[in-house]
C-alpha cells in the first residue's frame, strides 16, 4: 500500500525566507514522486516530479526537491520565498510509470509574510 | 497546447439529484483520471479511464460511475446525490504512457 504523509498543514515563512515543505511516503515499489501546488479556486499545477533519474529535481519557479531512500523523504525546497508562493502544496505518490492512480498528502498550506 | 477544461465549473444540486461532469483532456492524451477533493478527506482518487476503459478504481461506492468517449473526452456521473459529495472535481489529463498529470480547474458541486 502506498502513502503520503506532509508534515505541517500550515507554514509560514518570512518573505525572502527559505521554504521548506516535508512529505514522506510509504511505497512497497520503487515510488514515483511528485509535488503539486494549487492556488485558490485553481486545479493543481506540477512543479516537479521523481522517476530515479537523478536524487536532487528541480522544477518550476525556484522549486526543487530531493529523494532520500534511506528516510523515506522527498522535501520541496525554495531558498528564497516569494508572495507569490502563498498557495496549496500537496505532495504525491504513483506506484508505476503508467499507473495514474496518486495517493495524495493532505497539502500544506504555505502562508508568505511580508 | 489547450489545457485540461471541465465543464461546468460549478454546480448546484439536490439530494437525490444525479449529475454528469465533463473533462475534455489536453490533445494526444489517452488517459483521464478524476479525484474528488473535500476538506476532511482532501485528494481522492476515483477512477482512471484509458482509451475507453477503465483501468484503475478508487474506493467510491458504485453512484460514482465514469466513462471516456473515443476521442478521449470523458464524464463523470454521480446518482443519488448526498450532502456528503459537495466537492470540488479535478479530472487529470495524462498520455498514457507516463504518468505525469496535468490537472484541470475542477468543478466545483454543492449539494443542498
Known amino acids: 500500500a502506498q502513502s503520503v504523509t506532509q508534515l505541517g498543514s500550515h507554514v509560514s515563512v518570512s518573505e525572502g525566507a527559505l521554504v521548506l515543505l516535508r512529505c514522506n511516503y510509504s511505497?512497497?515499489?520503487?515510488?514515483?514522486l511528485f509535488w503539486y501546488v494549487q492556488y485558490p479556486n485553481q486545479g493543481l499545477q506540477l512543479l516537479l516530479k521523481y522517476t530515479s533519474a537523478a536524487t536532487l529535481v528541480k522544477g518550476i519557479n525556484g522549486f526543487e526537491a530531493e529523494f532520500k531512500k534511506s528516510e523515506t523523504s522527498f522535501h520541496l525546497t525554495k531558498p528564497s520565498a516569494h508572495m507569490s508562493d502563498a498557495a496549496e502544496y500537496f505532495c504525491?505518490?504513483?506506484?508505476?510509470?503508467?499507473?495514474?492512480?496518486?495517493?495524495f498528502g493532505t497539502g500544506t498550506s504555505l502562508t508568505v509574510i511580508p | 497546447k489547450a489545457g485540461v477544461t471541465q465543464t461546468p465549473r460549478y454546480l448546484i444540486k439536490t439530494r437525490g439529484q444525479q449529475v454528469t461532469l465533463s473533462c475534455s483532456p489536453i490533445s494526444g492524451h489517452r488517459s483521464v483520471s478524476w479525484y474528488q477533493q473535500t476538506p476532511g478527506q482532501g485528494l481522492q482518487f476515483l477512477f482512471e479511464?484509458?482509451?475507453?476503459?477503465?483501468?484503475n478504481k478508487g474506493n467510491f461506492p458504485g453512484r460514482f460511475s465514469g466513462r471516456q468517449f473515443s476521442n478521449s473526452r470523458s464524464e463523470m456521473n454521480v446518482s443519488t446525490l448526498e450532502l456528503g459529495d459537495s466537492a470540488l472535481y479535478l479530472c487529470a489529463s495524462s498520455s498514457g504512457t507516463t504518468n505525469e498529470q496535468y490537472f484541470g480547474p475542477g468543478t466545483r458541486l454543492t449539494v443542498t
Open positions: 511505497s512497497s515499489v520503487p515510488p514515483y
Open positions: 479511464y484509458f482509451s475507453e476503459t477503465q483501468r
Open positions: 504525491a505518490v504513483s506506484e508505476g510509470r503508467t499507473g495514474n492512480q496518486f495517493y
